[in-house]
Each structure stands twice: as C-alpha cells, then as structure tokens.
C-alpha cells in the first residue's frame, strides 16, 4: 500500500497511508543503510498490525421516518426521522461519531435540524416546520450526500382542534297523518323558526317529497338557540326544543 513520507525538519516524520478496506494491515518501519539499502533496522515497537474496521459510506448510509414521508400533515410537535450509518456492504455501523449534517430548506428559507448520536450507529434527526409547503432535507456525510439524498417532503396544513367548529347544524323532520301513519309525499306546510341569542337565525328548509322535510342551519354564537317546527302553524311532537351551544 502507498505510504506517503514527509520530513517535518524536526527529527519527526509524518506518515499517511488510507486503508480501502477493513481487516488487519502490517506495518513495518524501517531506517535504511544510506550506503546500502539493501540493509535496514527496525525502529522500536515495529513491525505494528493495525486493525481497520468497516467505515461509514455514505452512498450506503440511509435515513427513514415520519419526518421523511413525502406527504405530512403539518403538526403540533417537531418531526423525527433517523439516519443509519452503513459501511460500503450495506452491513450498519455499530459505533457513532459521524460527522453528519442535515440542511432543511422551507418555503420561507432555512430550518433548524438537531442531530442526536445515539452512539450505535444510528443518529435521530428532529425539525419543525415553519408552516405549510414544500421541504427539501440534504443528509450529507463529510459534505458527500447519503443514500437517497435530497428528500422531498410536502407539508399539508392540517385541521387544529381549537380553530374548527360546527359549520352547519341539520335534522329531518317526519311528517305523520292523524293515524300516525308516515307520510310519503312531500307539499306539506311544514315551517322552522330558530331564534338565538341574537334575534332569529335563517334555516333552509327543503322537501324531499318523501314525507320528509330536511333543515339545516348555521351557528355562529355561544347561547340557547329556540328552534320551533310547525305544520301549519301547529308546533310538532317535541317541538319547541332548546339547542345549547357552548
């Protein structure tokens, strides 16, 4: 293997070689007969067997999680995915101390990642987004791009609990003959008052022309809501009845 030799003009000598695969390399250091080559001493503790473990390539180096998927509805709380260190077989790396890096660019520029060793060959990746929209994740190892790098994520706005509400109200009304028989053909005058804490609320009122008459209504106020149905006039089984929105 090519060893390259500087003289440091000190008395000391530096000495570079690199290793292309793991396994055990013996290394000798020689001072040579400047008269005669051919003959050579031992420096002292020489020869050495080096042992070189499998390093991490990052062409084989993976990253994986919720943080990576291509489509996220945007959340409450960071993101997480990991990245698996891997030698040039594939086989994982069971040590840390990789120098990764992991650059998230969003809609509205840069976004701060935090990198956990997690000492065993594995490092978790955290981030939260700044809002909604496309998200482009570069791992690099020593400034070389991992295996499947730049990840594309799209983040979708997702429905926050605290700013959604009940957008229409509905209920059906069944209209029955004296008998108490359903009746099953719409036209007749069935009616729907609501009145709320501020005044009356419109409610569409529409006949299936089935017996059946559908309302459906909008509240946008906190309070008790007075909804009223009447055939011709006549209030209905039940009804008035109070809605209370909290």
């Known amino acids: 293997m ?19 695969d793991p396994g055990t390399y013996h290394v000798e250091v020689v001072e040579r007969n400047p008269s005669n080559p051919l003959y050579y001493d031992h420096l002292k503790n020489s020869p050495i067997d080096v042992v070189i ?11 994986y999680g919720p943080g990576l998927e291509p489509t996220i509805f945007e959340p409450a709380e960071d993101l997480k995915f990991t990245i698996e260190a ?16 992991v650059d998230i660019q969003g809609p509205d520029g840069p976004i701060p990642a935090k990198i956990v060793d ?28 991992i295996k499947g790098s730049t990840f594309h994520v799209d983040i979708k706005p997702s429905a926050w609990a ?9 209920f059906v009304v069944q209209c029955r003959d004296i008998r108490d028989h359903d009746l099953h053909e719409g036209g007749q005058p069935v ?9 009356v609320v419109n409610a569409k ?28 006039g006549t209030s209905v089984k039940g009804s008035p009845f109070i809605q209370t929105v909290g």
């Open 53 to 63: 473990d499998a390093g991490t390539d990052a062409s084989q180096t993976i990253a």
């Open 118 to 145: 997690n000492k065993d060959g594995t490092y978790g990746v955290s981030y939260k987004p700044h809002g909604p929209g496309p998200h482009d994740i570069a791992v690099t190892l020593d400034d070389v791009p």
């Open 205 to 232: 009122l529409s006949d299936n022309h089935d017996g059946t008459y559908s309302v459906v209504y909008s509240i946008k106020d906190k309070g008790e809501y007075k909804i009223n149905v009447t055939v011709d």
């Open 86 to 101: 891997r030698d040039k077989a594939g086989k994982p790396i069971k040590q840390g101390g990789d120098n990764f890096d």
């Open 162 to 170: 605290r700013n959604t509400f009940i957008k229409e109200y509905s």
């Open 2 to 20: 090519p060893v390259d030799i500087k003289d440091n003009g000190d008395g000391t000598y530096k000495c570079t070689y690199q290793p292309k």
């Open 191 to 199: 009616g729907v008052e609501i009145k709320g804490p501020k005044g």
